[in-house]
DNA sequence: TTTCTACATCTAGAAAAACTAGAGGTATAC
DNA sequence: GTATACCTCTAGTTTTTCTAGATGTAGAAA
């Protein structure tokens, strides 16, 4: 019985939503299933920490959101990057590659 | 006055300090500095969080302690590694290896 | 028509991990 | 003697995510 590990690196979950919300405006279930799909299955979001990411990421002013309706015809409520969003998007991304490789770097030290 | 960032990816303290581990037993400043230094700067490991987590580290058997005189000729804690440890390091660098990749690989997305 | 499944949103409370902000103590240099 | 760098430790808080649900709709299947 190992030890439990989950599958999604703590502090990345806003950066990946700004990051999929940047290339197209999406819906929360959408958002999980293209962050599942682009990381080949590596990536798990939980709906029950994305929608308060969303709600958190709306206070903050990094996206807005408008209801309309999905492919198969139900109501969701879509989300879309701000240019407050954008900015933060690219802080968060330059803050995740500077200190992941410095972890890499750590991680391949012999 | 934007969003301040730690200096630490959550959720890789743990691995860190494990690694550093397997190259040389150390005492609990000795491993922030080793830190600091190979991640030339980037990461900064805090106190208040280094000994709970070196603690919790002993307690699940991973590293253990010994007392001994730094090169300094001070008192200090010293651990090293055990070998439960060193198979929980190589399923932690697994993991964070995956994971890594995968945020980076959405990240990379056009 | 009912019932099932996949789609879709949301929240309260708990858990995990790290941070803040200290306290306490020692060897050596000045 | 006193300042500084070294060294350990902890209580309480914050941040972030997870668990474990509730609620509801569209369309397919029975």
Same mark, same amino acid.
Request: net charge positive.
């Given at each position: 019985?190992?030890?439990? $590990? !989950?599958?999604? /690196?703590?502090?990345?979950?806003?950066? #990946? %939503? =700004?990051?999929? =919300? !940047?290339?197209?405006?999406?819906? @929360? &279930? @959408?958002?999980?299933?293209? /962050?599942?799909? /682009? !990381? *080949? *299955?590596?990536? $798990? %979001?939980?709906? @029950?920490? #994305?929608?308060?990411?969303?709600?958190?990421?709306?206070?903050?002013? &990094? /996206?807005?959101?408008?209801?309309? #309706?999905?492919?198969?015809?139900?109501?969701?409520?879509?989300?879309? #990057?701000?240019?407050? @969003?954008?900015? $933060? +998007?690219? %802080?968060?991304?330059?803050? &995740? !590659?500077? +200190?992941?490789?410095?972890?890499?770097?750590?991680?391949?030290?012999?």
């Amino acid at each position: 019985m190992g030890k439990q $590990q !989950s599958d999604m /690196i703590r502090g990345t979950l806003d950066m #990946l %939503v =700004l990051k999929v =919300l !940047s290339m197209d405006p999406m819906h @929360g &279930w @959408g958002i999980c299933e293209r /962050i599942k799909l /682009i !990381s *080949d *299955d590596e990536l $798990q %979001v939980n709906q @029950g920490s #994305l929608y308060p990411a969303l709600h958190k990421l709306t206070q903050e002013g &990094w /996206i807005r959101s408008y209801w309309g #309706l999905t492919e198969n015809n139900r109501k969701a409520r879509f989300y879309r #990057l701000t240019r407050a @969003g954008q900015k $933060q +998007l690219a %802080v968060e991304a330059a803050h &995740w !590659s500077r +200190l992941a490789s410095a972890v890499t770097r750590v991680m391949a030290t012999s």
